[in-house]
């Protein structure tokens, strides 16, 4: 048996039991071991040769993968001085409980561990170590854990993301403290993390903890996020109440997405602040009831998404100052209150409004319209409905008789969830730059504007529109001809041009 480059041993193999094997394995830069239930230890104890051997693999050996070894109860102290080692994955092995508490070797960047349910805590060498090149950090669906670090993640860490880890309740237990005057000695969980995403981790109470605060504390900071942090996902975190205090000016974060954290109450101060963020998604978070008193970020803000926060009081405060976004989405939840005097940003080139009436409502009756809106290119509007609104699309302006304008910029139009609109206006036919027209669930649309469809049509899809549908019948429907001009025509879901 011999080995060039990389092997894969699977139960069939007597693992490293062999000095003939493990001549082979010297060579190998990528190692392998699936399915192997019995296997408890990757050498024996007293085989000080053979442990000898496997620390000849450190000169190239730079890949280890351990796959479903059921049995493997821990690791040997001699595999962690594997120097040219870079990137170690395990997974399903499911009887193994701790790592060696020894520093991770000098060259290691990335290490990937899953389905690991007996494992309770990693190294405190691993963090604390500051010859440390671990920059990818992955774990999932490892039940056992309740934290990642006691106090620091490790200083060179870029990406730490958590998955399916049942029973993690932070990150760092005594992480965020800072006891001196001077600001600039703020400790922070990782100088150069980028990147933080926790998925589906119903235990997490906060990302960073803190300890016992001492008598002689003079100035404390909790919870900061690090500085260099561009992207921040937490989602499926039923008991998180808090991500951060507060945040700093001086943070990188680009990014940040929460989903489905039903327990949490506030957002970081200090949100306006962040002035390299382009994008927030708040999503299914039925606690939160407000936004920073300071508001969001002007300077590089594109997208926000608020939705399904049932309890949310008010959007955020000077929205239409955000001169640099381009996508907003409003969707369901509670219903907020009217637009500030001011409005929405003239600027968007999206907009998603579904199931806010109040919003809608705001809109229509200061007389802003959407025709403000000269770079609009998506709109989509669903579920903003009563008994008053909404019998045409776009509503008329009942003081001059004649519909709301659009802004002629528009390409995609969406009309959804409205049971009592009737018909669309004839302004719909003015949208020459219109290629895409989505109506759904409106079971009362029965008419088309007299002059037509926009020629620039490309596609056309119309669902659960019964009243509508029955006149776009290719036999006999009053509609039909309105319909030849479009490529693409589907009603509920069947592609009428089809061959």
Known sequence: MSFIGEAILTASVDLLSHNELLQDICSLKTLTIDSCPKLQSLVAEEEKDQQQQLRELS?????????????????????????SLREIDIYKCSSLVSFPEVALPSKLKKILIGECDA???????????????????????????TYIAAVQLPSSLKKLMIWCCDNIRTLTVEEGI????????????????????????PSLT????????????????????PPSLKSLRVYGCSKLESIAERLDNNTSLETTSVDDCENLKNLPSGLHNLRQLRGITIRSCGNLVSFPEGGLPCAKLRRLTI??????????????????????????????????????????????????????????????????????????????DDD????????????????????????????????????????????????HLYLYDCPKLKYFPEKGLPSSLLQLQIWSCPLIEEK?????????????????????????FDD
């Open 59 to 83: 000169c190239r050996l730079e890949c280890l993968r351990l796959r479903e070894c059921e049995g493997l109860v821990k690791l040997p102290q001699s595999s962690f001085s594997l120097s």
């Open 119 to 145: 494992l309770k805590s990693l190294p405190e060498a691993w963090m604390c170590d500051t010859n440390s090149s671990l920059e990818i950090l992955y774990i999932e669906y490892c039940h056992s854990l």
């Open 178 to 201: 800072q006891s001196s005057r001077s600001s600039s000695n703020r400790r922070y969980t990782s100088s150069l993390l980028e990147k933080l995403e926790i998925r589906d981790c």
């Open 206 to 225: 906060c990302i960073f903890s803190k300890n016992e605060l001492p008598a002689t504390l003079e100035s404390l900071e909790v919870g900061n996020l």
């Open 307 to 384: 939705s399904d926060c049932e309890r949310l009081e008010a959007l955020p405060k000077g929205l239409h100052n955000l001169t640099s976004l381009q996508k907003l989405t409003i969707r369901r939840g509670g219903e907020l209150p009217s637009l500030e005097e001011d409005g929405l940003p003239t600027n968007l080139q999206s907009l998603n409004i579904w199931g806010n009436m109040e919003i809608w409502k705001s809109m229509i009756e200061r007389g802003w319209g959407f025709h403000r809106f000269s770079s609009l290119r998506e709109l989509i509007i669903q579920g903003c």
């Open 388 to 435: 008053t609104v909404m019998v045409s699309f776009p509503l008329e302006d009942k003081r001059l008789g004649t519909a709301l304008p659009l802004p002629a910029s528009l390409t995609s139009l969406w009309i959804q969830d409205f049971p009592n609109l009737e018909r669309l206006s004839s302004s719909i036919v003015d949208l020459q730059n219109l290629t």
């Open 472 to 496: 776009c019948r290719k036999d006999g429907g009053q509609y039909w001809d309105l319909l030849t001009h479009i490529p693409s025509v589907a009603i509920d879901d069947k592609w009428i």
